[in-house]
């Protein structure tokens, strides 16, 4: 079993949808929590950036982690074509240094 | 803020040359640097982390003489790909960090594809 779990898609909405992306994991000393967007043949854009349990909103973003249930989510509201790309999730814990645990990624499509 | 660069963004090279993948950090100074792979439709596999100063300390199974790493400053970290064969085309991503408390930037990605 992998320590961080990403449904890898693809996940097809329409313009305007809402958009729910969601990992779990099972390393509970996870304490820090991100999502990264990355569009094909390019690095990955650090969308988000939490530290423990809560939402934090950005925009049409919102991050919310349940360290309880071990489950984060990346909401994208009034979702648009440019949206379209893959996200990553990845967290880390607070002794590991920088080192991040990555999610498989999940492709989502946002058609006009 | 946080802005990563690599260069080259993309080289072709002949089976059996070395190449050389720049990660640079412009508007900070990174302690750390990280080094990945990336196959089509898989996630990030890193190979690498370097600190300025200090020697790299590479993932199980990634070839330390086959794939070179220099942190010679705050700002560059340096991937050489020596002698390299048509299965190390693949793509490689940089990222840097400004301290322990702080997240990974990526670079663009360096597109290597050898012949």
């Known amino acids: 079993q992998k320590e961080v779990e990403q449904d890898p898609g693809p996940l097809s909405v329409p313009e305007g949808a809402i958009v729910s992306l969601n990992c779990t994991y099972s390393?509970?000393?996870?304490?820090?929590f991100m999502w990264y967007r990355q569009y094909s043949r390019k690095g990955p854009e650090l969308l988000m950036y939490t530290y423990s349990s809560g939402n934090k909103e950005d925009g049409r973003f919102t991050a919310q982690v349940d360290k309880s249930s071990k489950y984060i989510s990346l909401f994208i509201r009034d979702s648009q074509p440019s949206d379209s790309a893959t996200y990553l999730c990845?967290?880390?814990?607070?002794?590991?240094?920088?080192?991040?645990?990555f999610g498989g990624g999940t492709r989502l499509m946002v058609k006009p | 803020g946080a802005v990563v660069s690599q260069h080259p963004s993309r080289v072709i090279c002949k089976s059996g040359t070395s190449v050389k993948i720049e990660c640079r950090s412009l508007?900070?100074?990174?302690?750390?640097m990280f080094w990945y792979r990336q196959f089509p439709k898989q996630s990030l596999m890193l190979m690498a982390t370097s600190n300025e100063g200090s020697k790299a300390t590479y993932e199980q199974g990634v070839e330390k003489d086959k794939f070179l790493i220099n942190h010679a400053s705050l700002t560059l970290s340096t991937l050489t790909v020596t002698s390299a064969h048509p299965e190390d085309s693949s793509f490689y991503i940089c990222?840097?960090?400004?301290?322990?408390?702080?997240?990974?930037?990526f670079g663009p990605g360096t597109r290597l594809t050898v012949l």
């Open positions: 508007d900070f100074q990174a302690t750390t």
């Open positions: 990845a967290m880390r814990t607070n002794n590991a240094g920088n080192m991040l645990t």
């Open positions: 390393n509970s000393a996870f304490q820090y």
């Open positions: 990222s840097a960090s400004l301290g322990r408390a702080d997240t990974q930037y």
